[in-house]
């Protein structure tokens, strides 16, 4: 998997490419830590590229979404694709998470 980032004032975005399995947990981990500063609040991760990703994924991204939190900070899921959207909502992170759509995100939707 390949990750790139992109820092805007307090943001931070995490390009994701690729599967996301247990077997790049240590990378997202580590660029987790380097992107987490005082600074950063928010952290979204755009899943557009991303093809699949496995339980171990979605038990990572609860945990730095739990993490996140402690501190006072957030984090969003963005742009999955269609595989990736129904793995997420079976696993009901979309309910934890908030998840960006293209134009739309779900605490928009949820204030309708």
Do not use: C, W
Request: charged content about 20%; hydrophobic content about 40%.
């Amino acid at each position: 998997m390949k990750i790139t980032q992109e820092v805007q004032d307090r943001k931070v975005t995490l390009k994701l490419e690729g599967n996301f399995t247990y077997t790049q947990r240590k990378a997202f981990q580590e660029v987790m830590r380097t992107v987490t500063t005082d600074q950063v609040e928010h952290i979204i991760i755009d899943l557009s590229q991303v093809v699949f990703l496995d339980s171990a994924a979605l038990g990572l991204l609860m945990i730095t979404h739990r993490q996140l939190q402690a501190e006072r900070r957030t984090l969003s899921l963005a742009y999955p694709q269609p595989t990736v959207r129904q793995i997420i909502e079976l696993a009901n992170l979309h309910k934890t998470i908030p998840m960006i759509e293209f134009g739309v995100s779900s605490l928009a939707k949820k204030s309708a």
